[in-house]
């Protein structure tokens, strides 16, 4: 018998934002702070950096890194510095674009909480004997 809670959508498609463009591999707390940390950085962090910048375990950074990689944001590039090797991680052209018009979104987000609040005078009206707790 077929599991009935399993879906037909694809798994892009589940659990949605309420607005479109809120993509969920960078509105991850965490790969946000990094990308916005690369954003700041043009040139590209290294992996200790990104670690520091970020507040991040090794384990946790290269595990959101690895996501940020799969999905086409960000770019490994390898090197060394003296006898030890080095990693350091940047935007993708791609990457850049998306996360300008992730921003944009972010923004329209913040734009329609603020219309919100002030014509609403910082009260919400219910109808249908709605009132706060």
Not at 38 to 45: E, K, S, T, V, W
Not at 99 to 120: C, H, M, P, R, W
Request: net charge positive; with cysteine; charged share 25%.
């Amino acid at each position: 018998m077929p599991d009935k809670r399993k879906t037909d959508k694809p798994r892009s498609e589940s659990g949605r934002f309420a607005y479109d463009g809120l993509d969920r591999v960078m509105h991850e707390k965490a790969r946000l702070g990094i990308l916005a940390s690369l954003a700041a950085h043009g040139d590209g962090l290294l992996f200790n950096d990104l670690k520091q910048v970020c507040s991040l375990t090794d384990g946790n950074l290269s595990r959101h890194l690895a996501v940020l990689s799969e999905a086409r944001l960000v770019e490994v590039w390898k090197g060394q510095q003296g006898p030890r090797p080095q990693t350091m991680y940047r935007f993708t052209a791609n990457g850049r674009q998306r996360f300008a018009e992730y921003i944009g979104v972010l923004e329209k987000v913040v734009a329609d909480a603020q219309a919100e609040t002030q014509s609403n005078d910082g009260r919400q009206q219910f109808s249908g004997g709605w009132s706060p707790a």
